[in-house]
């Protein structure tokens, strides 16, 4: 008889194998075999991470259709058993696993698609938390501002990719007309963020993305605006900062950690890493 | 008798629930669902006040030998801070083991040594949140050979060593019952009626396993036929209690989840007046 420890540790190395051997002499067989009452489970636990991974990585689902994302779900599962029960945190390391996946090698912008769904996911499941206005920068000096940090927002993010990820992910929704999409036809710089009632993107210029992937690595508005107009000497930074603000991605002022000089420098309110790696163009 | 039955609150109705405010007894949610921040838990919070709430869990995995996942259960406890639910309820069943989550609510053996883990995690469960838990029969698929009591002696006793209630599934006892040959009946006589908090309803389909039919507890459907006579035959003998009309895949309209309701609260009404005759 096993301990139930024991029993508990053989039930999982068999739901993940699929090896029995060590666990089917505890089960009851009957008019059903034990190795048949087994499977149920197995088969429930693929079935439902492959579910709950369909729904985190729609856009992916909806590109491969039902019968290739479950196979890449059972080949991912197998590797990558969630380590806690909220399944909306499951899948960080799904983009990676698309990129390696043989049989989607025909596909090249999958794994971006999927990055996408995943800073999607990040950002629906961030908190609401108030957001800074043009109001608020009233009360600072307006000589100080250059040397400010302004923190992006929870959940907000940049994704880059060579293919145009936002005409693939148009095509993608359920009342899209059918389309095509020349994969050639633009790169995409996409600021992903959470909304009032969901998650959304929108295109932003090379000079908008590095000035807010500036600030997102903790640089003041002065070095974010630098770093835009490295990009594009016709960088306007008036322009962006009140789309940005408009846009709702900056956390409000409570939010913020303002004295710098005091505190050092704040830490970012998002780790540089949670960009995804811009891709080089192949020539 | 005021209704008593309520509805598991599904992504696809949130907006329409929000704006039209239609009338149940209570609006059930998976704890799992709502840990993170979202629109959709800011919705829920919008509820709260509207609606009486029932927080059902199905990840605290009661029965791991590993004991209970501190850094889950905090995240659990803080939800319930938030939303002050009338009901909190997890299953009989395990889910984690070695630091793994296995997305389904696994068998456990009905021995002493089990019986201690699940008194002792759920124990831990009600010490944290500072309230009762209930705990939920679960479907079974398969028996282990080394198990020496039965389920409803299991469930009384962790009930009467924690002072956890029992939310009883109807649905969950006729499959298991069809599943391990067991009579649900029977089943019943050795719960302690005082100790059930809350019944649940759902839907279940028969599948083929090595060419025999098993019964699968996949809340895709209306209620069937067998489990509105099992739920009425435990209502007569146990009296009314809020009960849960469970549907989790291919969620059909708001409609049909608020008519499964009324039926439930028609048996209720006729069974639990059988109850208070009897009584």
């Given amino acids: 008889m096993l301990a139930l420890r024991d029993l508990q540790a053989a039930m999982a190395a068999y739901l993940v194998s699929g090896d029995a051997a060590g666990i089917v002499g505890s089960v009851v067989g009957d008019s059903i075999p034990a190795a048949a009452r087994l499977r149920i489970h197995r088969h429930h636990l693929h079935a439902s991470l492959a579910t709950a991974l369909a729904g985190t990585f729609s856009t992916v689902r909806q590109l491969v259709g039902e019968g290739f994302f479950r196979a890449m779900a059972r080949a991912f599962i197998a590797t990558n058993l969630p380590t806690q029960p909220v399944l909306s945190e499951y899948g960080q390391e799904f983009a990676d696993f698309v990129e390696r996946y043989e049989p989607a090698r025909d596909l090249p912008y999958l794994a971006d698609v999927a990055r996408l769904d995943w800073a999607l996911n990040l950002a629906f499941h961030s908190p609401a938390d108030p957001r800074l206005s043009a109001a608020d920068l009233t009360t600072v000096p307006i000589e100080q501002l250059p040397s400010r940090t302004v923190h992006l927002a929870a959940g907000t993010t940049v994704i880059r990719s060579i293919y145009p990820l936002d005409r693939i992910w148009a095509t993608c929704r359920p009342d899209a007309p059918a389309d095509t999409v020349d994969l050639d036809e633009a790169d995409a710089r996409l600021l992903v963020f959470r909304r009032r009632d969901d998650a959304g993107f929108v295109a932003v210029s090379e000079a908008e993305a590095a000035f807010l992937q500036s600030l997102a690595a903790g640089a003041c508005l002065e070095e974010g605006a630098l770093a835009a107009f490295a990009a594009d000497a016709t960088f306007d930074l008036s322009v962006t900062f009140a789309r940005l603000l408009d846009l709702g991605v900056f956390a409000a002022m409570q939010h913020q950690v303002w004295n710098d000089s005091v505190m050092g420098r704040p830490r970012a309110a998002f780790a540089a890493q949670s960009f995804a790696a811009p891709h080089d163009k192949s020539p | ?279």
């Fill in chain 2, 1 to 279: 008798m005021a209704p008593v039955a309520g509805i598991g609150l599904r992504a696809p109705h949130l907006a329409a629930i929000g704006r039209d405010r239609p009338t149940t007894a209570f609006l059930e949610i998976h704890a799992e669902n709502y840990l993170a921040p979202s629109p959709a838990l800011e919705a829920v919070e919008r509820l709260r006040d509207d609606y009486a709430l029932s927080v059902h869990a199905v990840g605290l995995s009661l029965g791991s030998a590993d004991g209970l996942d501190e850094a889950h259960l905090a995240r659990v406890a803080s939800l319930i801070d938030r939303l002050q639910p009338a009901h909190v309820s997890d299953h009989l069943a395990w889910s984690v083991s070695d630091g793994r989550y296995l997305d389904d609510l696994l068998p456990l053996p009905y021995t002493e040594e089990a019986l201690g883990i699940v008194t002792g995690n759920v124990s831990r469960l009600q010490e944290r949140l500072g309230r009762q838990v209930s705990l939920e029969n679960p479907s079974s698929y398969l028996a282990f050979t080394h198990s020496t009591l039965s389920e409803p002696e299991f469930l009384s006793e962790v009930a009467r060593r924690s002072g956890c209630g029992l939310l009883l599934d109807a649905n969950n006892l006729y499959v298991t019952a069809c599943n391990l040959r067991l009579d649900p009946k029977a089943w019943l006589d050795g719960l302690p009626m005082e100790a059930i908090t809350e019944y649940h309803l759902a839907g279940h389909t028969v599948n083929d396993a090595d060419g025999a039919p098993i019964l699968i507890d996949d809340h895709a459907s209306r209620v069937g036929g067998p489990v509105w006579s099992l739920f009425g035959e435990i209502v007569a003998r146990l009296g009314p209690r809020p009960t849960l009309i469970e549907w989790d895949a291919d969620i059909p309209a708001l409609e049909v989840l608020l008519d499964e309701a009324a039926c439930a609260d028609r048996v209720v009404a006729e069974q639990g007046r059988g109850h208070a005759r009897a009584a």
